[in-house]
Nanobody, 123 residues
Framework: VQLQASGGGLVQAGGSLRLSCAAS????????MGWFRQAPGKERDFVSHITWRGNTYYANSVKGRFTISRSNAENTVYPLMNSLKSEDTAVYYC??????????????????WGQGTLVTVSS
């Protein structure tokens, strides 16, 4: 599966931004999708995950502010980021794994990655 992330940009602190990740292929509904982010000089960190059934999981740092949804008909995942903070500034990556994984918060679990989209939150 090939992934194309988009929607990044510059936003003021407290604002909102919706990213998207479009996937190629006919079997999108069988993939779980994850989002990770990487700030300059830091490791790639887990942000959110949505299973093929639509169950969602979030990092503590974004819980209550970010949501993730998917449209299997559109082969797209939509992370919505609210109440953005300067520390949310990073390159955001979408990733896919086939089936299910209990280790969804580890980047190594995902064999497929998009190219990343930059989110900059100004304070």
């Amino acid at each position: 599966v090939q992934l194309q992330a988009s929607g990044g940009g510059l936003v003021q602190a407290g604002g909102s931004l919706r990213l998207s990740c479009a996937a190629s292929g006919r079997t999108f509904s069988s993939y779980a999708m994850g989002w990770f982010r990487q700030a300059p000089g830091k490791e790639r960190d887990f942000v959110s995950h949505i299973t093929w059934r639509g169950n969602t999981y979030y990092a503590n740092s974004v819980k209550g502010r970010f949501t993730i949804s998917r449209s299997n008909a559109e082969n797209t995942v939509y992370p919505l980021m609210n109440s953005l903070k300067s520390e949310d500034t990073a390159v955001y990556y979408c990733a896919a794994l086939r089936g299910v994984s209990d280790r969804y918060y580890y980047p190594d679990e995902y064999p497929y990655w998009g190219q990343g989209t930059l989110v900059t939150v100004s304070s």
